[in-house]
């Protein structure tokens, strides 16, 4: 069964905890992203890599960070600095980053931080 | 100006009805585009590629008009599943290729 995976699905944590969201996919996609949703938004882009090894910073990168260690995984962790992280977190992949290539996204994350 | 802007409904039409959300985005250089469908508190899934001929399946068409830079979304003979938030992409035009999403159309199908 192809796809993408994420883990888990709800995660409470309390302010000032450093929190890690688990993305997996098996679709043999070089490129992965990390969203994120709030309500009545569009999603905002966290980080993305194009390739393993390698990752580059989008629009709200500031309190998260990830590492590409593995073609298939691309873990994003939720910092203290981050100042409002309650929200729903999307992962997604392609099969490149070039235009054109569609994403597809997993399950999501809900993480509410009190 | 938003880079991707779409009106954000409720559309809410009845069973059977022929519904259309437009989607505008702001960079004429803009070379991919998208259609996602967003059920309530689900990831999003893609519905349709957009292509520059305009492209149809099933009851979906997708239409590009890049002189006025906007897309299209047809939807014909609705059903009650087709209720969910209809998310226009986009995709940057930097050396990223990223995507852009727009904050979608909500439609409700009523019986």
């Known amino acids: 069964d192809g796809g993408i995976t994420q883990s888990p699905k709800y995660l409470f944590r309390k302010e000032g905890q450093n929190v890690t969201l688990s993305c997996e996919q098996n679709?043999?996609?070089?490129?992965m992203y990390w969203y994120r949703q709030d309500p009545g938004q569009g999603l905002r882009l966290i980080y993305y890599s194009q390739i393993v090894n390698d990752f580059q910073k989008g629009d709200i990168a500031e309190g998260y960070s990830v590492s590409r260690e593995k073609k298939e995984s691309f873990p994003l962790t939720v910092t203290s600095a981050q100042k409002n992280p309650t929200a729903f977190y999307l992962c997604?992949?392609?099969?490149?980053?070039?235009?054109?290539?569609?994403?597809?996204f997993g399950p999501g994350t809900r993480l509410t931080v009190t | 100006r938003k880079e991707v802007e779409q009106d954000p409904g409720p559309f809410n039409v009845p069973e059977g009805a022929t519904v259309a959300f437009n989607c505008t985005y702001s960079n004429s250089a803009s070379q991919s585009f998208f259609w996602y469908r967003q059920d309530c508190r689900k990831e999003p899934k893609l519905l349709m590629s957009?292509?520059?001929s305009g492209n149809e399946d099933g009851r979906f068409t997708a239409q590009l008009n890049r002189a006025s830079q906007y897309i299209s979304l047809l939807i014909r003979d609705s059903k009650l599943s087709d209720s969910a938030t209809y998310l226009c992409?986009?995709?940057?035009?930097?050396?990223?290729?990223?995507?852009?999403f727009g904050s979608g159309t909500r439609l409700l199908v009523r019986p």
């Open positions: 679709l043999n996609h070089d490129a």
């Open positions: 997604a992949s392609s099969m490149s980053g070039r235009p054109g290539y569609e994403q597809y």
């Open positions: 992409v986009v995709n940057r035009v930097d050396s990223s290729y990223k995507l852009i």
């Open positions: 957009v292509y520059s």
